[in-house]
């Protein structure tokens, strides 16, 4: 007959410690040090310890879930950037033993969407995904008293949230420095929506590497749309038929840049000789190569979307476990990685 298995309470008598010590160590907390977790962790597995979820939500009054609330115009359940953000978060609350949870709603009715997870104690903390300039949610989760960490920054002019982003401006900045190094000055902004704020900011960046340069932008080389394959494709179109188009473009996606080579290839013109492209890359999961190669394809800033998920998730799961902690902010910086679509600055005769 097989010997039933402890709960925490049993384990933690036997190993002589806390219930809340005994479960930070085997949830990975880093206050517990390793040889407390490698000796819990032994515990667990000679035991045959096997936590019930539904005991510590009566005992904790958690759910152990954390949500996910997504706009329908915003239409990110399809987009690869949201789904490797999605994929990231679920590793970190899978090791931790959450559940995640996605509600669909319109935009008008996304507070009330917040007020039922409270009221029916759906869950424990959201991510906030997509935020804009004094951004309205921020203010609804505080009257809420719900736990969340926002995935970009709202500037509401109050330090007392935790969020995680990319220095969006500098990395566009590099950029466009990085291309004008190269000789080029006519250079296509094929932007993301500007009203998020991790937009607006690549738009900054941008214009201020050209003002110090002494440059001007031209407005007419500029567009902010959702970030398609289709749009890139499209809007290099247009620009390659204006009588003076631009010798380089710098995408905000690399799903745009996708849709930028397309037509270039089309034109008769090959990326990194008559064209520059250079993109924001989120390494996204299916762009992966199959293989190793030495040199990039893709001129880019990069910094993984994935990673961010799962750093994100962490910090949720903190607020949570923690509430009486400081709020954490964390900016990384993204990382230029130089491949074969660009090149100095020459004439735009067809190959």
């Known amino acids: 007959m097989a010997r039933p298995s402890v709960n925490l309470k049993q384990l933690a008598e036997q190993l002589g410690l806390s219930q809340t010590t005994v479960s930070r160590a085997l949830n990975g907390f880093p206050e517990v040090s390793e040889r407390t977790r490698a000796r819990v962790q032994e515990a667990a597995r000679r035991c045959d310890y096997r936590p019930s979820a539904s005991a510590a939500s009566l005992a904790t009054g958690r759910t152990f879930a954390v949500g996910n609330v997504v706009t329908q115009s915003d239409g990110i359940v399809i987009d690869p950037h949201f789904s490797d953000f999605i994929a990231g978060a679920g590793e970190t609350c899978a090791r931790f033993g959450y559940d995640m949870l996605i509600r669909m709603a319109e935009r008008e009715a996304e507070a009330g969407v917040y007020r039922d997870f409270v009221s029916r104690r759906r869950v424990d903390g959201v991510v906030v995904h997509g935020p804009t300039a004094a951004d309205p949610r921020i203010a609804w989760l505080r009257s809420l008293a719900l736990p969340f960490v926002v995935h970009g920054r709202a500037d509401d002019g109050k330090a007392d949230h935790s969020w995680l982003d990319v220095n969006n401006e500098r990395a566009f900045h590099r950029a466009t420095d990085f291309l004008l190094d190269l000789g080029h000055r006519r250079i296509a ?102 293989t190793r190669v030495e040199v990039p394809y893709l001129t880019a800033m990069r910094s993984s979307i994935r990673a961010a998920g799962r750093r994100v998730a962490e910090m949720l799961i903190e607020r949570i476990e923690r509430p009486e902690g400081s709020p954490r902010a964390e900016l990384w910086e993204a990382e230029l990685v130089v491949g074969t679509t660009t090149g100095p600055v020459c004439g735009m005769a067809r190959s």
Request: hydrophobic residues 40%.
């Open 189 to 290: 902004l094929l932007n993301g929506p500007e009203h998020l704020n991790f937009a607006a900011d690549r738009r900054r960046g941008h214009l201020r590497a050209m003002s110090c340069a002494g440059l001007e932008a031209d407005p007419r080389l500029m567009s902010a749309e959702p970030m398609l394959e289709s749009y890139g494709h499209r809007r290099t179109r247009e620009l390659l038929a204006r009588a003076e188009p631009p010798s380089a473009v710098l995408c905000a996606s690399t799903l745009i840049a996708l849709g930028v080579v397309r037509a270039l290839y089309e034109s008769g013109l090959q990326p990194g000789r008559q064209v520059s492209v250079l993109a924001y890359d989120d390494d996204l999961s299916f762009l992966h190569p199959s």
